[in-house]
């Protein structure tokens, strides 16, 4: 079946710096993959839309010159934490669905997630 | 604007036994629904969906969930459960028009020996 890689699985950073965090769907096309922000035992909080080839659509609340997302080819979404806080730790995943724009019936993969730890 | 209610936070069951888990929606339009499962440390995976057709539809690992649009649920529900089964399941609503997902707050199940 189609595969998310989500890299890296876990990072530990300092305060203030940044970490990148990828994205791949190893076996399909995706224009579109979705990053998830999921805080212990609470659900996950859709962040952004990365749209191949074009800006992200960042929901209500979300720095977007916080959290930057890149999405430069069909199978690779990068997101950077930039001047990471203790705050900004988090379980961070990342989605990409199957087939083109606007299918949401088409399948959703999940990548395993990236544990975030800022000290 | 669409919503998901998991009313139960946690759902303790020993093995064997059956379970239910409960997932209400809000949508004024009509809403694919899903059932995906989170085990410790991992993304999610896909139980099962309902996009149309018949309201009772079966998924993986034995799994099952009955649309009722009268009710706006969509439990999940297995006859007999194994350890195996301990995660954290959410409930999930497709946003007409986008590509987008309104997960749940989930609900733990914990099944005992």
């Known amino acids: 079946g189609a595969v998310v890689s989500q890299h890296p699985s876990w990072v530990i950073c300092k305060s203030g710096t940044s970490v990148k965090i990828e994205c791949r769907s190893l076996?399909?096309?995706?224009?579109?993959m979705f990053w998830y922000r999921q805080f212990p035992k609470q659900s996950l909080m859709l962040m952004a839309t990365s749209n191949e080839g074009s800006k992200a659509t960042y929901e209500q609340g979300v720095e977007k010159d916080k959290f930057l997302i890149n999405h430069a080819s069909l199978t690779l979404s990068t997101l950077t934490v930039t001047s990471a806080h203790p705050e900004d730790s988090s379980f961070y995943i990342c989605?990409?669905?199957?087939?083109?724009?606007?299918?949401?019936?088409?399948?959703?993969?999940f990548g395993n997630g990236t544990r975030l730890t800022v000290t | 604007a669409q919503s998901v209610t998991q009313l139960d936070s946690q759902v303790p069951v020993f093995e064997e036994a059956p379970v239910e888990l409960r997932c209400n929606y809000s949508?004024?339009?009509?809403?694919?629904l899903f059932w995906y499962v989170q085990y410790p440390n991992q993304g999610l995976q896909l139980l099962l969906k309902?996009?149309?057709?018949?309201?009772l539809v079966k998924g993986i690992n034995g799994f099952e969930a009955e649309f009722n649009k009268s009710q706006t649920s969509f439990h999940l529900r297995k006859p007999s459960v194994h350890i195996s089964d301990t995660a954290e399941y959410f409930c999930?609503?497709?946003?007409?028009?986008?590509?987008?997902?309104?997960f749940g707050t989930g609900t733990r199940l914990q099944v005992f020996p």
């Open positions: 076996d399909f096309q995706a224009t579109t």
């Open positions: 999930a609503v497709s946003v007409p028009n986008t590509d987008k997902l309104i």
């Open positions: 989605s990409a669905r199957e087939g083109g724009p606007r299918s949401a019936n088409s399948p959703l993969h």
């Open positions: 949508s004024s339009v009509s809403v694919y």
């Open positions: 309902y996009l149309s057709g018949s309201t």
